[in-house]
């Protein structure tokens, strides 16, 4: 059974760089899906950050302006997202999931429980 | 960019009730499109994927239709644990509704 966990800090200054990591257990990094990162401000929708595959790939949301990277940790069964120049704008809950599926027909299908990330000084 | 507006906002239904959440696309997006139901202080869970997929688990109660543009969510006999926030995502871009919050009458 695949279980997500995010964990990183809980608060972060403005202008700063927010770090945050997605412990995987019951598969294997490198198995055939998508590694994502969506996150939710208080009391608002989902935004999807991005997704990574083992290999390294990478797809980011345009509107987060090259701010996001995201890189796997194969060793340790992992993911993890930075997001820099970070503003208040970027409080939220972030959740990892994982991306199943093929030809168009992704889906997120498994996600973490989420962490709460807030932006002050 | 792909925008995703679902209607209404928000709805008040009863328990044993039909109701339908509508989502409309910017763009065509074929079938690309998936739904999930997401309840206070917790993680969205995968409904629907692929236009009309059953997720393993989820009651036959739910059902999603449509093509192209505009699309359903259709929810029968509505049980006291559907309500929820519920988001469609169209999988070109992961691109998802502003959620339509589904509340006891």
């Known amino acids: 059974q695949v279980q997500l966990q995010e964990s990183g800090p809980g608060l972060v200054k403005p202008s700063g760089t927010l770090s945050l990591t997605c412990a995987v257990s019951?598969?294997?990094?490198?198995?055939?899906?998508?590694w994502s990162w969506v996150r939710q401000p208080p009391g608002k929708g989902l935004e999807w950050i991005g997704e990574i595959y083992h290999s390294g790939s990478t797809k980011y949301n345009p509107s987060l302006k090259s701010r996001a990277t995201m890189s796997v940790d194969k060793s340790r069964n992992r993911f993890s997202l930075t997001l820099t120049s970070v503003t208040a704008a970027d409080t939220a809950v972030y959740y990892c999931?994982?991306?199943?599926?093929?030809?168009?027909?992704?889906?997120?299908?498994?996600w973490g429980k989420g962490t709460t990330v807030t932006v002050s000084s | 960019d792909i925008q995703m507006t679902q209607s209404p906002s928000s709805l008040s239904a009863s328990v044993g009730d039909r109701v339908t959440i509508t989502c409309r696309a910017s763009q065509n997006i074929n079938s690309y499109l998936n739904w999930y139901q997401q309840k206070p202080g917790k993680a969205p869970k995968l409904l629907i994927y692929?236009?009309?997929s059953l997720q393993s688990g989820v009651p036959s109660r739910f059902s999603g239709s449509g093509s192209g543009t505009d699309f359903t969510l259709t929810i029968t006999n509505l049980q006291p644990e559907d309500f929820a926030t519920y988001y469609c995502?169209?999988?070109?871009?992961?691109?998802f509704g502003q959620g339509t919050r589904l509340e006891i009458k």
């Open positions: 995502q169209q999988s070109y871009m992961y691109t």
């Open positions: 999931a994982t991306v199943s599926g093929g030809g168009y027909y992704y889906y997120m299908d498994v």
């Open positions: 019951g598969v294997s990094i490198s198995s055939a899906n998508w």
């Open positions: 692929a236009l009309s």
